[in-house]
């Protein structure tokens, strides 16, 4: 059981331009960027570095230039990045990306990039954070997990959180079923994705607007941190789905 997490922003990460060395830049602003008390954040092993979906997309060149001033222009990208359209009110469309995430616009984004990019969701986001991982480990001698968040909405709910899209070293889903609750009944179906909390939670640091695209959560369980577990096992099979 945890009994304390601490979530640092990480602050000094320059503008990320296509073929960028991200994990160097993260690694960089870990050893250098300072918070309130002007000591720098650091690595520690164990640490869970919360990677916003957009310095990944713009560092492995997903951007797609279109026309500044046409705020629709990226509407062909929505269909062509979906599998599957869900609804459409007005402007918006709800779909499925080939990835198998369900989202308005197929997750691409206008915002926080210059008027003539759409950027487009990584085309693998477990891949993407396994290469930073795999850097960082190998540059700093420092076992860390990673998880690559985005910005989703949620059907009947309204508000916005962040969802990771892709993890590497990290569990995705927490299995309690055949453990007891408080009252030594048996759990049948409760699954925790952990991987979704610490994103929700790095985002309040993070924020939308701050220009923070890193969060380091400092104190996870370390049996959470594990080899070969992906995202992509987040998503529910279509035959396990009731609204499919």
Known sequence: MLTRLEILPVPGLPEVAPGDDLAGQIIDA???????????????????LVVSQKVVSKAEGRQVIVDPDDPLAHKPLVLQESVRILRRRGELIISETKHGFVCANAGIDRSNVAPDVALLLPEDSDRSARRIRDAIEHRTDTRV??????TFGRPWRRGLTDIALG????????????????GGRELHVTEVCIVDELAGAAELVRGKSNGIAVAVIR????????EGSVAEDIIRHPSQDLFR
């Open 30 to 48: 870990c050893l250098h960027g300072v918070v309130d008390d002007s000591t720098p954040v650091g690595l520690r092993d164990g640490d869970v």
């Open 145 to 150: 997990a990673v998880i690559v968040a985005d």
């Open 167 to 182: 993890c590497a070293g990290i569990l995705p889903v927490l299995d309690l079923r055949g453990t007891e609750d408080a």
């Open 219 to 226: 104190g996870v369980d370390p049996a959470w941190l594990a």
